[in-house]
Nanobody, 125 residues
Framework: DVQLVESGGGSVQAGGSLRLSCVVS????????MGWFRQAPGKEREGVAS????????AYADSVKGRFTISQDITKNTLYLQMNSLKPEDTAMYYC???????????????????WGQGTQVTVS
């Protein structure tokens, strides 16, 4: 049983920054693939970044490479997404997700992630 709660979204101007947080509770002692996804109105949900807790392996969507950074603080049971140089096209609802698997096995196939947060809205203008 895993519960995820996102926070940190908001409205910013283009070029600004935000840091999203995802607090994890429940079964946190096993290795997980942790991912950030986003979905804009009328668009499919897409993967943004992921990190495998066991080996600290990270991956990023091409659209955010060099601008976003995924990280985790195990002592605080928290996943982060630092978002810099934000663009209007980054506007979306952002979700954190988790699955007990290697990220290389599941990638950004959202249907393979069993645990999801409620989302936090990011708006860039």
């Amino acid at each position: 049983d895993v519960q995820l709660v996102e926070s940190g979204g908001g409205s910013v101007q283009a070029g600004g920054s935000l840091r999203l947080s995802c607090v994890v509770s429940g079964d946190t002692y096993r290795s997980y693939c942790m991912g950030w996804f986003r979905q804009a109105p009328g668009k499919e949900r897409e993967g943004v970044a992921s990190i495998w807790s066991f080996a600290w392996s990270t991956a990023y969507a091409d659209s955010v490479k060099g601008r976003f950074t995924i990280s985790q603080d195990i002592t605080k049971n928290t996943l982060y997404l630092q978002m810099n140089s934000l663009k209007p096209e980054d506007t979306a609802m952002y979700y954190c997700a988790a699955e007990q698997a290697r990220c290389r096995w599941i990638g950004y196939q959202d249907w393979r992630y069993n645990y999801w947060g409620q989302g936090t809205q990011v708006t860039v203008s």
